[in-house]
């Protein structure tokens, strides 16, 4: 249907719907049946049968299976058959994995999927854009993502980034008005908006017409791309490692057999012992280990309200050394409550917080009747009047629908018995100049039932006192002396140096007959009442989380629009700007270049009346100081910052889509803690991922040196490559995965922040690696040689021996692998998935040695006790032998 020929009326006709209360339930889920949801088509994604032969595709399962089928030629049967059927089940828990990690990505997906407000049986709701069906009346404003195809009902100064469909830069102008003609090419059709594209400025109301496929974003769907799947740094740095450790391998076989067959060894019998090396010195299950740990850590991170939009982030939030963040909102509780009302050199006090309307008004600790009170009364009254915001009663619970600062006036006057409902049965509003950022104001033309004519006009109180002539002094209006202009500017001085943000109330009576056609007719030669002083509270949680910010070595700046006298008491309030640190303003900012902020910006930690677009040159500074930057932003004027950061962050809650777009992580409950809290899981990740890498490799070292010295020394082989295998693969991968789920350190947040480009095995990783994986080998091999030179027939006991004293060696030594410290300074049982993991493993070692089918298999024989405790006491040496000697060396 040509939609833009329609008047709006005929649209809401022909869509079935009215635009007082939208579309019913019951409605919605017919129209959703019929149409479908309004999502574009997604790729075909992989079968089943795709994603789990792709398990087999990585290089170092290749290897393996090369060398199994060798194996077989060469008559290991059993051992090429145990080799592919442990690869198998390795590939089919990897299939599950991904399959997991795919329905985590839907759920993220669902997460950070842009949102619309849409009117359903009377009520405006958020719900997602997914959900729409045509019918629905929707409503949007600057910084929104349209949801769908709409045909416009009503504009206030609306305007619409398209670029996305027409290729046109500028935005474009919208209007209600029909346009005519069959064939009206999209730039064209002022009087609509398409899915995908941006409000750049203004609001609007539409009733959407086409969903899905349906749209104009539907008919070029090839533009929108498929979110990639990323890799972070650390998983490309371990594949190269996988790589290096491969060819590593392939030179130690090589080796090997070199040196056995020099040594006059057969070389059937070196090639077996080439290919048990090889599977030693591969981490098989490393890359999964690693994607389980991000996979795990992101959900844990989802649960603590904190979405990562970008995978890199999960790394880089450990390297974090600032966290720019809006006070607004994030740092304050965004609930703006009038405490204190100027006038006439009289303050009164109001009680109650948030928008629940009771609290009592207060004159010099005495409660206050406002009927007594004609001045209160008027401020009260102006104030509710000369607004856009409402205050909605649901269940109990009062909830603000507009601007924060309008929603505290309501409250206020609300608290006096003045509901702006009631207010409107006495008063009408016959002309409305909305708020401006460059007159900083807003106006409102209202008539009496008297038919009484006066201008309401509510904004920033230095400009509204430029403006008036005249104020309200004790019931009485004066001319506007310098005495009392100087008074009201102490009174703004006085109420702002308690963190107030004032608001000033004036009005201007005029005839009945009287017609002001725009806003500077309006706002001159005003009456000045009063001033209205409100707060938002700093949140409860937010003082805690910058000292946790502080002793982890992460300054934490705070960036406000608000007056710097604001700024900095709120800042002192949460104990942000210490004694010697500075405010910047933005007219300040503005006259620096980049450059000359950067001599400066590690003393700043306050930037006040700043714009959106003062922040990317705080981020550019901060940056090229040497800082790994979080920066916060909602808006869609934050998006260049947040893009440029390297953790941009933004908000859940007030976040336009573009913002949430632009973002690596968003806070689903715009609280400054939750980033504190994501930093902290950022870094355990990392921390997690160094655990299972250190205990991982150790095992490989050992594995690697006890056949290498076993080779030298011309002994036969203490482990055959199913051994070797199944501790690769079975044995160390269920201690290796709870590591990734261990809980931080105690003294996490109180190391400085990582260095972006330290190596994995930096802070003496790589010594421990191999100094334990040294050990290892240096006990498994003694504990097979006792017994081989005990029994020299029985080498398959010897094996065995060895098998066991390896697997009980590592999984002493993962306790170790906890701390950075000592296996002595963490309490074992804080981890609970560790010590369940260890003790399957420790059951799934006896299955293997006391299970007669699986002994030909593993080339295993039942250990007798006595052995156990040779088993135990060289298995603890690697592990207390250096704990001992760190003690010792902390002691003296």
Request: glycine share 8%; hydrophobic share 45%; with cysteine.
């Amino acid at each position: 249907m040509n939609w833009h020929e329609m008047r709006p009326e005929e649209v809401t006709k022909s869509t079935n719907t009215d635009i007082e209360s939208g579309l019913t339930t019951k409605e919605v889920k017919k129209r959703e049946e019929k149409f479908g949801l309004n999502e574009l088509t997604e790729a075909e994604r992989p079968s089943a049968i795709l994603l789990f032969l792709n398990q087999f595709k990585d290089f170092m399962v290749l290897v393996l299976l090369v060398a199994t089928l060798i194996s077989g030629l060469l008559g290991e049967y059993i051992d090429a058959i145990a080799i592919i059927a442990i690869v198998l089940v390795n590939g089919i828990l990897g299939f599950f994995q991904e399959k997991r990690a795919e329905k985590s990505l839907e759920a993220l997906k669902e997460l950070s999927a842009p949102q619309v407000t849409a009117l359903r049986n009377g009520e405006w709701i958020k719900i997602l854009s997914k959900e729409l069906v045509p019918g629905d009346i929707v409503k949007f404003t600057s910084g929104d993502r349209i949801g769908a195809d709409m045909r416009l009902l009503e504009t206030k100064s609306l305007e619409v980034e398209e670029s996305a469909l027409t290729g046109e830069s500028l935005p474009v102008q919208k209007s209600i008005n029909p346009i005519s003609g069959q064939e009206v090419g999209l730039g064209d059709l002022t009087n609509m908006v398409f899915m995908g594209t941006l409000v750049t400025r203004g609001s609007g109301l539409g009733v959407v017409v086409g969903t899905g496929m349906n749209t104009a974003m539907g008919q070029i769907a090839d533009l929108l791309q498929n979110a990639e799947t990323m890799e972070t740094p650390l998983q490309r740095r371990l594949e190269q490692l996988g790589k290096i450790l491969i060819v590593v391998a392939l030179a130690l076989t090589v080796l090997v057999v070199a040196i056995g067959v020099l040594q006059g060894h057969n070389i059937y019998d070196m090639f077996l012992a080439g290919v048990s090396l090889a599977v030693a010195a591969i981490p098989e299950g490393l890359p999964a280990i690693v994607t389980v740990a991000l996979s795990l850590g992101v959900q844990r991170m989802i649960k603590q309200k904190s979405i990562v939009r970008k995978l890199p982030a999960v790394e880089t939030l450990g390297c974090a050394s600032v966290i720019c963040s809006d006070k607004t909102g994030t740092m304050t509780q965004n609930k703006m409550t009038v405490t204190q009302i100027w006038s006439s050199d009289k303050v009164w006090h109001v009680s109650g917080t948030g928008y629940h309307p009771h609290g009592e008004f207060f004159y010099n600790d005495k409660e206050v009747n406002i009927s007594q009170s004609k001045t209160l009364q008027q401020i009260l009254t102006f104030g509710s009047l000369c607004n856009s915001a409402e205050i909605i009663e649901k269940n109990g619970e009062f909830h603000l629908d507009g601007d924060p600062t309008e929603g505290a006036l309501l409250v206020a006057a609300m608290k006096a018995g003045f509901k702006k409902e009631s207010l409107l049965n006495n008063f009408e509003i016959v002309e409305e100049f909305p708020f401006d950022s460059t007159r900083k104001m807003m106006s409102v033309i209202v008539k009496d039932k008297n038919g009484k004519q006066f201008v309401v006009t509510k904004g920033a109180p230095d400009v509204l006192l430029g403006i008036s002539n005249s104020i309200l002094w004790n019931e009485r209006q004066e001319k506007l002396s310098r005495e009392n202009e100087e008074k009201v500017r102490k009174a703004i001085e006085s109420l702002a140096s308690q963190a107030l943000r004032t608001i000033a109330i004036a009005y201007k009576p005029l005839s009945s007959n009287e017609r002001i056609q725009n806003s500077v007719a309006a706002e001159k030669d005003l009456v000045f009442i009063g001033l209205q002083g409100m707060i938002d509270p700093p949140r409860p949680e937010v003082k805690q989380a910058v000292k946790e910010c502080r002793d982890a070595g992460i300054k934490t700046v705070m960036i406000t629009g608000d007056h710097v006298i604001t700024a900095k008491a709120i800042a002192k309030q949460l104990n942000i700007l210490p004694t010697h640190g500075r405010v910047l303003e933005g007219k300040d900012l503005s006259l620096l270049s980049v450059e000359e902020l950067e001599e400066i910006v590690d003393d700043v930690y306050v930037f006040a009346r700043v714009s959106p677009e003062h922040k990317l040159k705080i981020v550019k500074a901060l940056q090229n100081k040497g800082h790994i930057v979080a920066m916060t932003g909602d808006g869609v004027n934050d998006a260049p910052a947040i893009k440029a950061a390297d953790i941009g962050i933004s908000m859940g809650i007030t976040g336009t889509d573009v913002a949430k777009e632009a973002s690596s992580l968003i806070l689903v409950d715009d609280n400054f803690a939750t980033i504190k809290s994501a930093i902290k899981e950022g870094r355990n990740i990392y921390e997690n991922i160094r655990k299972f890498i250190r205990y991982l490799l150790a095992s490989n070292v050992g594995e690697i040196l006890v056949m290498l010295f076993a080779m030298l020394l011309a002994l036969p082989l203490p482990l055959v490559p199913i051994q070797i295998l199944w501790v690769n693969l079975v044995t160390d991968g269920l201690p290796a995965m709870a590591l990734g789920l261990d809980q931080p350190e105690g003294d996490l947040m109180k190391r400085k922040p990582r260095h972006p480009k330290e190596g994995v095995f930096a802070r003496g990783l790589g010594w421990k690696v191999i100094s334990r994986g040294f050990l290892i080998g240096i006990v498994t091999l003694a504990a097979f040689m006792i017994v081989y030179y005990r029994n020299p027939d029985d080498l398959a006991y010897a094996q065995t021996i060895a098998f066991a004293t390896l697997v009980m060696a590592q999984l002493i030594h993962v306790f170790d692998c906890r701390s950075e410290k000592s296996i002595f300074d963490r309490n074992p049982f804080e981890n609970m998935y560790l010590i369940f993991a260890v003790i399957s493993s420790i059951l799934l070692m006896l299955v293997v040695i006391y299970y007669p089918p699986l002994q030909p298999i593993f080339h295993t024989i039942p250990i007798m006790l006595r052995d156990w405790l040779l088993i135990l006491g060289m298995s603890a040496i690697p592990t207390f032998l250096l704990a001992g000697s760190l003690l010792t060396r902390k002691k003296s």
